[in-house]
């Protein structure tokens, strides 16, 4: 069975840092690209940051450029995102999200990405 476990949310206060972390389990993910999304209430999950494939290249959104870095491990089952100088509007549930297709590309829609973890909260006060 498939897992993405995500860990590594909490309280931040604005301008600070904060890393979470995703570990998958199940089968090796090495292959396949891996992602981060964010979701608030009443809104749509957005895309964050993605990792191709062996964590050869990796793509932002506008709001993650400069401040966000995605990462994996050389195994490739476990993705980071090292969040910076984060803000307010950064609040938001991070959910990892891994491609079930064999060296597919980084995509930034939701419906792009077959395992899903349960998500972890980042809360950033002002």
């Known amino acids: 069975q498939v897992r993405l476990v995500e860990s590594g949310g909490g309280l931040v206060q604005a301008g600070g840092s904060l890393r979470v972390s995703c570990e998958a389990s199940?089968?090796?993910?090495?292959?396949?690209?891996m992602v981060w999304f964010r979701q608030v209430p009443g809104k749509e999950r957005e895309f964050v940051a993605g990792s191709s494939w062996s964590g050869g290249s990796t793509y932002y959104a506008d709001p993650a450029k400069g401040r966000f870095t995605i990462s994996r491990d050389s195994a490739g089952n476990t993705v980071y995102l090292q969040m910076n100088s984060l803000k307010p509007e950064d609040t938001a549930v991070y959910y990892c999200?891994?491609?079930?297709?064999?060296?597919?590309?980084?995509?930034?829609?939701?419906?792009?990405?077959?395992?899903w973890g349960q998500g972890t909260q980042v809360t950033v006060s002002s």
């Open positions: 999200a891994a491609n079930s297709i064999y060296h597919g590309s980084i995509k930034t829609q939701f419906g792009g990405y077959g395992y």
């Open positions: 199940g089968r090796n993910f090495y292959n396949y690209a």
